[in-house]
């Protein structure tokens, strides 16, 4: 085999390899998008993040029930309730409301069943409305406290 | 004339040593590998802030609203992520009159970075990252295309010099070019930046004009005319480097006649040049039509800020502690030395580099916001460096032929770029204010380290 060719199939092998890595990375557990640095609450000491108009994160596949903490930290329209939509893997998992502002609320959140052959599930959350200042605050997320035994 | 100038001149070549004949051919590698540790080394800290950010959210912007929301218009990506608004740090608002959402900032930084977008929406998909425009792949994609896309530039850069200078010329230069000013930093900490595209393009510039003064092709034309639409496209302002095309080798006002008779007798070539660069630049125009309802138009008017020509602030721009341009990066200073001293190939092409360095020295030091905002060291002339570079290469040069002051000039090379890395990774290290540094605080922070 001449030179080039070995460089070819060097480059495929390590493309394959890559790839392969690549399809479920160990890390992914630790991507967060769209979430601003860890913060803490003034009054409570709650540690919290707040979320742009949309967010993701990672849970390992084991988890069956998560609890997300989240608080509205300021009214929706008209003084109404925030909403927040839950996604799993691009799948609708529930809608939850946030009415007080400095309210926690807790939700359990069964995860799906169905199997995976990766990880992490990806948890995607949109909110239904933002806060448009220097940047755009969407609701505070605490830490999440997940369920692996149901 | 021009195969003449074309021909390097051997003897420069003899006597290299090997240590230097490596170093020049493998100096690009090198900055490379030093990049990207330097890069993992910034974004894997745990108090690293996103690779896009501040301007660079502005640049990079399209490249998601394009790929994975198409939509030009912007609407869709403020939508998804911020419920119809955009963050106030970006300044993207609705243009008045039309309500359309209008960038401050032009297309041509995310037309380069788009290839690198593709490649990481396509690992987003394969990893099941969150397909939003800024999780992991996208923003170190983006990131990375700012330090492709410099160490491309100084590939071609290396090129040109190796043609009309010595390998340890070369290499010098280089070397100075890349860490005795600002750069490497907007390289590797702000890529995301358009000063490494516009360095990367005006090298191109400079090359393909060079080439095709001396030996036309057509590719050179078609190339040429691409060329310079990115480099209208990723910053208007860079538009006067154009001049270079039209005025390379002319060395006196009575050359100009002959200019013309040269370029009329090259109008196919210019004609071809001028098509593919009016196609290419033509998105931009139907987006400032659509967006503004003017094909031409200056987008940071509604911020309130514009040009004011007869009070341009020269010795802020130059000198002063904030952001003189020779203050953090002296060793430019003998690149202007170098346009005194210049032989050759070099003072064949003095006036027409001195002319455009000149009027965008103007134009940057008239910018009513001449600090450019938050930087290190004057943001605003690297997108120049590529035309520096060649008359930092006639002074070392010179010195070359000077040996009393061949030690002294080494000296002073090395301390100025020792200094200008130091610098670098004091405000890698946020010991330097972003902005407005005083001589008190520099003499106070001077080699300071947290």
Sequence with gaps: MTRTGLVACAGCALLVVGAAYLRDPPWAGQITSGLRPWEKDRRLGTPFR?????????????????????????????????TVSVSVDDRWLAD???????????????????????????VDLHVSRTYVGVFILGVQTGEIELDRTR | MHKKMRSPPRRLHANVTPVIKWGARH????????????????????????????????????????LIYHDPTLEALAKDWYDGAYPGFSGILRWPGTNRWSNRHPIGVA??????????????RWSNLPRDGFSFYYQHAAALAGLAYFLAG??????????????????????????????????????????????????????LTDLWWAQ??????????????????????????????????????RQLGGRINELWKRRGAVLAMAAVAAAAAAPQLVLYK??????LV????????????????????FFSTQRGLFFWSPVLLFAVAGMFVARGWARQVLAPSAVVLALNAWLVASWMEWQYGASYGHRAFIDSLGVLAVFLAAFFAWTSEHPRLLPWVAGATTIATALSVVQMIQYWLRVWPVRDITWAQYRSLFLTFP
Aim: charged share 10%; hydrophobic share 50%; aromatic share 16%.
């Design chain 1, 50 to 82: 707040w979320t742009a108009g949309r967010a993701s994160f990672f849970v390992p596949r084991e988890a069956r029930v998560m609890t997300l903490p989240m608080r509205a930290g300021f009214p929706g329209p008209n003084g109404g309730p925030v």
């Design chain 1, 96 to 122: 939850i409301e946030l009415g007080q502002p400095e309210e926690w609320v807790r939700t359990p959140l069964p995860l799906p069943g169905h199997a995976t052959s990766r990880r992490f599930r990806r």
């Design chain 2, 27 to 66: 100096l690009v590698a090198i900055v490379g590998v030093c990049g990207f540790a330097g890069y993992l080394w910034l974004f894997t800290r745990s108090s690293a802030d996103e690779p896009i950010r501040s301007d660079g959210y502005n640049y990079y912007l399209y490249a998601p609203s394009w």
């Design chain 2, 111 to 124: 037309v380069l970075m788009f290839p690198f977008v593709i490649v990481a929406d396509l690992l987003t």
């Design chain 2, 154 to 207: 100084l590939a071609v850069l290396r090129r040109t010099l190796s043609r009309y200078f010595s390998p340890a010329v070369t290499l010098w230069t280089l070397v100075a070019i890349t860490w005795g000013t600002n750069l490497f930093h907007y390289a590797v900490y702000d890529g995301t930046f358009s000063h490494a595209f516009s360095f990367a393009l005006i090298c191109a510039l400079v090359e």
């Design chain 2, 216 to 253: 036309p092709r057509r590719w050179h034309a078609v190339t040429l005319g691409f060329v310079a639409a990115l480099i209208v496209l990723t910053r208007h302002t860079n538009g006067l480097f154009l001049l270079l095309v039209p005025l390379w080798h002319v060395t006196a006002w």
């Design chain 2, 290 to 295: 659509a967006t503004t309802d003017r094909w």
């Design chain 2, 298 to 317: 200056n987008t940071y008017a509604p911020h309130g800020l514009g040009f004011t020509f007869l009070t341009p602030h020269l010795f802020g721009a």
